[in-house]
């Protein structure tokens, strides 16, 4: 079972070895082709918007990089819900908190208090 001590402690640790030239390293965002599928412009717009990524990282990138100026000394849920997009937890009791600009840090969660 997953606490929320556990994902405490674990945010706590990956905001302890952060590493902010990882974190502001911007990926190349592939492009997903676009083709005339419709001919009407609306549908065809729906389509193009359903496949097109937003590229928000610089955006996002800079709001992160703010927020880590105010980087609390203890666990704090609202700093944490500011800069994290996602939690996803594997079944080999790991976690990886994904960034506000898509970046992914993967943290173990100690379950059996190792």
């Known amino acids: 079972m997953v606490t929320e001590d556990l994902f405490e402690t ?8 952060l ?3 990882e974190i ?9 082709p676009i083709k005339q599928k419709f ?7 729906e389509y193009v918007y359903s496949v097109t990524k937003v590229d ?3 955006y996002m990138t800079d709001k992160l990089l703010t927020a880590l ?4 000394a203890g666990f ?19 976690a990886t908190f994904e ?9 173990e969660l100690n379950i059996n208090g190792s």
């Not at 502001?24 to 997903?32: D, G, I, R």
């Not at 100026?69 to 609390?72: F, I, M, V």
């Not at 960034?99 to 943290?107: D, L, S, Y």
Request: proline share 3%.
């Open 24 to 32: 502001v390293a911007k990926t190349k965002l592939e492009s997903a």
């Open 99 to 107: 960034f506000i600009n898509h970046k992914t840090i993967r943290e």
């Open 76 to 94: 704090d849920g609202n700093f944490m819900r500011r800069i994290i997009k996602s939690i996803k937890v594997a079944k080999d009791n790991t």
């Open 56 to 58: 928000d990282f610089d």
């Open 39 to 45: 001919s009407d412009p609306l549908e065809q717009a």
């Open 69 to 72: 100026l105010h980087k609390p």
């Open 10 to 17: 674990a945010f706590m640790r990956v905001l302890g070895k």
């Open 19 to 21: 590493n902010l030239d």
